[in-house]
Structures are given as structure tokens and as C-alpha cells.
């Protein structure tokens, strides 16, 4: 059993491992297809070029990202999937918050639920445009 463990040794040492490739970003995808997060965010990528995914610091001393973010225009567009969002109390409660803390800083917010972006995604985009349109 000890020359088992000496053996690995010896086949690492003549065989190093090649270096890892750099991981490559994968859109996460539900068993139907993409996730509605990438669906909206593919869409809104191509209208509008200077959106930001996953947006740090909106709110200063915070950690938490917006899920599509407009700085410029401090538009925060959010995805609300239920299993995230609505399933469980205390993430219910993290997002109210989190809203109240973005608006109190100056941030408009738009929220969209996975229906909305699988059903109708020109009118999230249309909703998205109306806001980016408003005087700030």
C-alpha cells in the first residue's frame, strides 16, 4: 500500500500537470434554455452597449450588485426569479431593503420576473428605454 502513494509521486513528478486554462465565463442555463438573467441581459447588451452586469457599488458600504445596471443614468434593472426572490422570507425581506437602500441613493429600479423576459421581452426592453428616456 506504501509503494501505491510512492508510484503517484513519481508519475507527477515525470508528468507535471499542464497549467489550467483560464476559466471561460458560462451563461448558466435552466433546464429550458438560458436563464432569464442572460436572455434580458443579451438583449439590453445589444440595444445598449454601456450597460454594466452585475453592478458593485451603488450604494456606498454595500455589498450586494445590480443585476443590470445603467450608471450614468443610475437605472437599476433587477431580475426577480420566484426561486430566488419569492421562495424564501428572509431573501424576500434582503430585496425590499436593498430597493429602499438604492432609492434612497438615487437609483431608479425596474423589476422584471423571469415570465416577464421569457413572454414579452420587447416590453421589458420598451420599459427600459422609457426610463433611460426620463429626465434624471
Request: hydrophobic fraction near 40%; include cysteine.
Given at each position: ?13 515525470e ?5 489550467a486554462a483560464?476559466?471561460r ?12 438573467h442572460?436572455?434580458l ?13 452585475e453592478l ?6 454595500r455589498k ?7 450608471a ?6 433587477e ?27 438615487g ?7 423571469a415570465?416577464?423576459i ?5 416590453r ?13
Open positions: 500500500m506504501d509503494d501505491l502513494g510512492r508510484g503517484a509521486w513519481r508519475v507527477a513528478s508528468m507535471p500537470l499542464k497549467p483560464p476559466a465565463p458560462r451563461a448558466r442555463r435552466t433546464s429550458t434554455g438560458p436563464t432569464p442572460d436572455l441581459w443579451d438583449a439590453v447588451r445589444a440595444r445598449w452597449p454601456q450597460a454594466e452586469r458593485p457599488g451603488a450604494v456606498e458600504g450586494f450588485r445590480i443585476d443590470i445596471g445603467f450614468a443614468a443610475r437605472l437599476a434593472v431580475v426577480d426569479g420566484f426561486a430566488y426572490h419569492g421562495k424564501h422570507l428572509g431573501d424576500f425581506k434582503r430585496d425590499r431593503e436593498r430597493q429602499n437602500l438604492l432609492t434612497v441613493a437609483w431608479r429600479i425596474l423589476r422584471f420576473t415570465a416577464d421569457r413572454q414579452t421581452p420587447e421589458c426592453l420598451e420599459l427600459i428605454e422609457a426610463a433611460l428616456l426620463l429626465p434624471q
